[in-house]
């Protein structure tokens, strides 16, 4: 009984042995070492879309080498309209630029292997532009006009962002306290609403009132967005430095 | 030896060969369906655990621990705007993953409704038909709070049998959110036709109850409808914009049944106190669904978590969330600036005297008073001190703020630091000061103040609404020890959705039935603001926007969880909650000529209290546990 005993010890020793020495040889598979870069630009323009990061565009991957309903993997463009992943596994995937302020796409099914550089055209639901701004000291008047090429969902809304970053944008802004309007807006759905024809027509003009002083600089742009936006995402102008004396 | 051996074997066998005849018997240690749904006390056994389960936001549900959970600081109306809570400014996200529990419940339910009948023998046709609406009823309750939360989810009707049912049949795909809707609709039309009108025990459904929670879910439908948007790349969510109309329709209906079955409360000509009583008042006529507890073993630790630093019991807490002055400001009878803004200065930033902390809010509506605890009104007899610190300084030029909060003198110099931990904190007028010498308590009984695990008010407000006025501090504890009964749905609940249904009907320039939709919607308003002590609409044109529902609604059930849901549903919540950060109102006291004066700013806590909701919360993520049990959930809502 007692030899037993010893041969039990022995037998779960060498297992114990056979289990640490097996732990190396554990990850066979290689690591991801594939990059997939590229741009979302405007189909019209040639303009990159301006979003957010994150919080703006993602892209979508699935890996059909494998398996015809893969689970997606995501992740996001950079605030400028470029992305770029560098840790991608080889492989077949559909790529697509989903959640952004543009008609959806069907994606590109594409091979990644080294570096796989995929571009987008879209067309954004609305464009942007800042017309005329006004300053005066921490005060500041911005003009800007709102244009689309084809009618889509309701204008909801038109908002300035301001912050002490360039990465502004709906992620990252002053907002507005007693006796300043930082991030001023204007909401073109409120009852009774504005129709798109006034709103696409008219140049539209928000203040900005008690910016502090003393060389500060802040970063500015515009964002408008319309109803038939999911992750209600802005369609941006381009930003403007300004410099507080 | 052995012959006492083989006679032993063969007493054994023969036993065994003559039981065979009665082996195929119940086992006597498991209860069986016919006990169970054979008799009125198994049944209601059983009915009182799926009551249970019921996903009820009462007074054991957060946003951090989700239900029958006793943390509850972070209250789900600390997301809202409504209160801004003690220990972790910010939204938390109520996200907590709850579908596993549901479809349990849903389960239980599903076999009560095949099981019953086949086994109801001891119970008369008129209980099986009451009890089978009532399951029907409970069963809407539950996919009602799923489809709230992720927008269409499979409908399981039958019970569910592994191994016999293969595992593609069981991995059921998620139904349209809409198809959703319309399931519950056709189970509570069910409850309304086959439950009894008056509950047969407290706390249990009606026909009044079924049609109560259909005015709630339809509403619900329709304003997603009106509101929401499709989504091509995920079907389950999103409702058509065609079918609002019938959804507010049904809402409409069915809050209409409750018609003088139902009305508001109304016992006390005095308009404050009546207010308090209808929390607690078992007998109201207000109380459509009521969740009831009982000490010690299912009892809740509301008193404990919210009540004001003066009332604290023995283990503490106290003042987790505090109610905004962006909610207080709601309310009638406030004096304002002229940018609408509590006055607390007039137009040369000096501060406005009052004589006592209550002056400003003498013509304040009786609902806020009874809503919320306001800095020197009264609580169980004692005067609620609340107050940020003294003013020590010299009043001759009048005491002056500007928005500055950084570099104002008013902070710097001439008040009182902010107490460190307790009361009993002094300051000592110092030599060359007005009053050399003289010592002083500076701070309020009930806060603010800073404290170290001891909560004062953050925001110069206590929450008032439920808060027992009749428990012994040595009573205010957990766990446990609350015990006033949660109401679920009450009656001004669904006058206000009726209100809200037949304005967007009317809106929607819907003129079904010859009613007039916009007069219906304007007597509702005026019911609940009479009730409340508020200023009436002077006439129906003067209810000319949606808003004055919504706010509405926003002061009547304010901490009751209701004002997530209707942010997400009127898909306010992502514009509402944009990098907010919430106003609080602060009083001194002015030692040099006894009076005081209030103080409006933003949290002190600052950029990490403000409140953003991300737009992908419209929908919770479905947990990912059961996307592996079932990939045919995929794809998951928008945003994840």
Redesign the interface.
Do not use: Y
């Given at each position: 009984m007692k030899k037993n005993k010893y041969y039990l010890h022995a037998l779960l020793f060498g297992i114990m042995v056979l289990n640490i020495i097996s732990c190396d040889n554990l990850d066979l598979y290689t690591e991801p070492g594939e990059t997939l870069v590229g741009t979302i630009t405007d189909k019209n323009t040639g303009d990159l879309i301006e979003t957010d990061q994150p919080?703006g565009i993602r892209i979508k991957l699935e890996e059909i080498s494998w398996s015809e309903?893969p689970?997606?993997l995501y992740f996001w463009v950079k605030p400028d309209g470029t992305f770029q992943n560098t840790k991608v596994f080889k492989g077949r995937y559909v790529v697509t630029p989903?959640?952004g302020p543009f008609f959806?796409i069907t994606g590109d099914t594409v091979q990644i292997q080294g570096k796989t550089e995929v571009n987008f055209k879209v067309e954004p639901f609305l464009k942007v532009k800042i017309d005329n701004t006004v300053q005066n000291g921490g005060n500041m008047d911005v003009y800007f006009k709102i244009s689309r090429d084809t009618p889509a969902y309701k204008i909801t809304?038109a908002k300035i962002f301001i912050s002490t970053t360039k990465f502004v944008g709906?992620n990252s802004?002053l907002?507005n306290?007693?006796?300043?309007i930082l991030?001023p807006s204007i909401n073109f759905n409120g009852?009774p609403a504005v129709p798109d024809e006034t709103v696409l027509a008219n140049t539209h003009k928000l203040s900005v009132i008690g910016l502090k002083g003393g060389n500060r600089t802040y970063y500015l742009r515009v964002g408008a967005r319309t109803?038939?936006?999911?992750?209600?995402r802005y369609n941006y102008s381009e930003i403007i430095k300004i410099v507080v004396p | 030896m052995k012959n006492k051996i083989t006679y032993f074997l063969m007493v054994m066998m023969s036993s065994v060969l003559f039981s065979c005849n009665d082996l195929d018997v119940a086992p006597y240690n498991i209860i069986q369906d016919k006990d169970v749904f054979g008799s009125t006390g198994g049944v209601t056994a059983y009915m009182s655990a799926l009551y249970q389960r019921l996903p009820i936001e009462d007074f054991r549900y957060s946003a951090q621990n989700g239900f029958n959970n006793h943390d509850i600081r972070r209250a789900l109306f600390k997301n809202t705007g409504e209160a801004i809570q003690n220990g972790s400014p910010g939204i938390t996200n109520p996200a907590t993953g709850y579908w596993g529990d549901a479809y349990t419940c849903i389960r239980y339910i599903n076999y009560l409704i095949k099981v019953l009948p086949e086994n109801s023998a001891g119970l008369s046709s008129g209980e099986i038909e009451s009890y089978l609406g009532e399951a029907c009823f409970l069963r809407a309750y539950v996919y009602f709070a799923l489809v709230k939360r992720y927008g269409g989810v499979p409908i399981i009707k039958e019970v569910q049998s592994f191994p016999e049912q293969s595992l593609e049949e069981l991995q059921v795909p998620r139904n349209t959110e809409s198809e959703v809707y319309d399931f519950i609709a056709e189970d509570l039309d069910v409850a309304i036709s086959k439950l009894p009108d008056k509950s047969i025990q407290r706390g249990r459904a009606n026909k009044y109850v079924a049609a109560a929670l259909k005015s709630r879910a339809m509403l619900f439908a329709g304003s997603i409808a009106k509101y929401g948007?499709m989504?091509?790349?995920c079907p389950a969510v999103g409702i058509p914009a065609g079918s609002a109309n019938k959804y507010l329709k049904s809402s409409y209906d069915a809050a209409k049944l409750l018609e003088g079955v139902y009305s508001l409360y109304r016992k006390n000509s005095d308009k404050y106190q009546n207010y308090v009583d209808l929390f607690f008042d078992a007998t109201s006529s207000e109380n459509i669904f009521v969740k009831e507890y009982h000490f010690p073993e299912t009892g809740h630790c509301y008193d404990a978590m919210f009540i004001p630093h003066q009332w604290v019991g023995p283990q503490g807490y106290g003042s987790q969330c505090c109610p905004t002055l962006d909610y207080v400001e709601l309310f009638d009878g406030l004096p304002r600036n002229a940018?609408g803004?509590i006055l607390t200065k007039d137009a040369t930033n000096t501060c406005i005297y009052y004589n006592d902390r209550m002056e400003l809010f003498q013509n304040a509506e009786p609902r806020l008073r009874a809503t919320v605890i306001l800095p020197g009104d009264v609580f169980k007899n004692q005067v609620a001190d609340i107050k940020r610190g003294t003013y020590v300084g010299s009043i001759s030029a009048g005491i002056k703020y500007?928005?500055d909060l950084t570099t104002n003198p008013f902070l710097n110099n001439n008040l009182t630091a902010r107490a460190t931990n307790a009361v009993n904190n002094t300051y000592t007028f110092p030599a060359g000061s007005l009053h050399p010498g003289v010592k002083i308590v500076p701070c309020g009984l009930s806060g603010p103040f800073n404290g170290n695990g001891i909560g004062g008010t953050i925001s110069g407000f206590g929450i008032r609404k439920y808060l027992d006025p009749n428990k012994p501090t040595d009573q205010v504890r957990l766990p446990n020890y609350s015990t006033q009964s949660w109401i679920d749905i009450r009656y001004a609940e669904v006058l206000l959705n009726r209100a809200e249904a037949a304005y967007e009907l009317y809106?929607n320039g819907y003129t079904g039935e010859g009613i007039d939709y916009q007069q219906d919607a304007f007597v509702c308003i005026n019911d609940i603001r009479d009730r409340a002590g508020a200023i009436l609409l002077p006439s129906q044109s003067a209810l000319n926007?949606?808003?004055i529902i919504r706010k509405e609604r926003r002061k009547e059930l304010a901490f009751e969880n209701k004002l997530w849901w209707d942010m997400r549903r009127w898909r306010t919540a992502?514009?509402e909650l944009?990098?907010?950060?919430m106003y609080v109102l602060f009083p001194y006291y002015v030692y040099e000529n006894d009076k005081w004066v209030y103080q409006?700013r933003?949290d002190e806590k600052g950029n990490a209290a403000?409140l953003t909701f991300?737009?992908?919360w419209y929908y919770e993520a479905i947990p990912a546990g059961e996307?592996t049990k079932n990939?045919n959930l995929?794809?998951n809502n928008?945003?994840y």
């Open positions: 919080n309903t689970e997606p989903v959640d959806p809304d709906n802004f907002s306290m007693s006796g300043q991030s009852s109803n038939d936006n999911i992750q209600k | 948007q989504n091509a790349s940018s803004h500007t928005d809106q926007d949606i808003q992502h514009s944009n990098n907010r950060l409006r933003p403000r991300n737009v992908n996307i990939p995929l794809p928008p945003g």
